[in-house]
């Protein structure tokens, strides 16, 4: 069964496949019109931490395919009511898919192991990978192409980040993550993407001049997630010299986009000034959520279709 709990469960040709579904999806909707590609299919989307932009875009995605979908919070009971077998192989008796949002990574996959149902992972602790499909779109419109890209992120090694370093891997990009030493990225991520992509160039460092040196697109997210909370005040310190600012910008190729994934805390890890300038790209990439997972959703949910339209076309 098709899951996607990281983009370890895609190879890099499934990832193409999304992509050019996704963009083909945006083609037919900028026509006016909405192929019912997945229709009277049912999503539920299972949510333990808030969210706008993943839970509204995969419910208008779904509606736009002509399918529907369900939003289930804290209520249903996961993990509480009954256990995780008997919820999973329940729930999966009734949608044709489940999108989690978890504080825990192990709590996608714990759900997933069933097989009773495919699961997207609408953002753990560990990863974003929808997130990451949404940015690679951003960056080929505004670019005109992603392989060979340098994407530097300031800021925190997240779970944005992860999913970053992971897509530039997959697609041939450049990641450099610009932080302070203790927020790297995750290194045993770090080590299964090299052993997946040998050729994969991810740089750390804590030199946030020379990062964006030679960057063709600027990404940073918030210095505290969702689930940090606590370590605000300490975040806040340590990364005073990461803001994406006039005077970095200044430092990084006219032609660099900007991007965030969002929500952002203006005035901590990007200024109005940067966020609201002609060189960020944010808003359209979270509008690119909606196509992203329209691809996703379409690749996962009914093959077929993708074969006989988007393959045929490329
Ligand atoms: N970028 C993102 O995932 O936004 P939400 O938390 O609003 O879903
Ligand atoms: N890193 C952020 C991303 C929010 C979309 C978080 O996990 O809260």
Known sequence: MQHLLSLFDLSTKDLE??????????????????????????????????????RVSFETGMAQLGGTSLFLGEDVGWGKRESPADFTHVLGQFVDAVVCRTKKHERVTQIAKFDAVPVINGLTDLCHPCQALADVITIQ??????????????????NVAGSLALICAMLKMRFTLACPNEYRLNQDWVAKIYQQYPQAMIEETSDVKKAV??????????????????????????FADYQVN????????????????????????????????????????????????????????????????VAAES
């Open 17 to 54: 496949g999304i992509l050019a579904t996704a963009t083909f999806l945006k083609t037919r909707l900028n026509r006016g019109e909405r192929p019912p590609v997945l229709e009277r299919r049912v999503i539920a989307l299972l949510f333990e931490k808030p969210s706008l932009r993943t």
């Open 141 to 158: 419109e505004s670019l005109g192409s992603v392989a060979g890209k340098h994407l530097t992120f300031v800021g925190d090694g997240n």
């Open 213 to 238: 040196g030679d960057a063709d697109a600027i990404y940073t997210d918030v210095w505290t997630s969702m689930g940090q909370e606590t370590e605000s005040a300490i975040r806040k310190q340590a």
């Open 246 to 309: 006039a005077n970095l910008m200044s430092m990084a190729p006219s032609h660099a986009r900007v991007l965030h994934c969002l929500p952002a805390v203006r005035g901590e890890e990007i200024t109005d000034e940067v966020i609201d300038s002609n060189q960020s790209d944010v808003i359209v990439q979270a509008g690119n959520r909606m196509h992203a997972q329209k691809g996703l959703l379409a690749w996962i949910l009914n093959r077929d279709w993708v074969t006989d339209n």
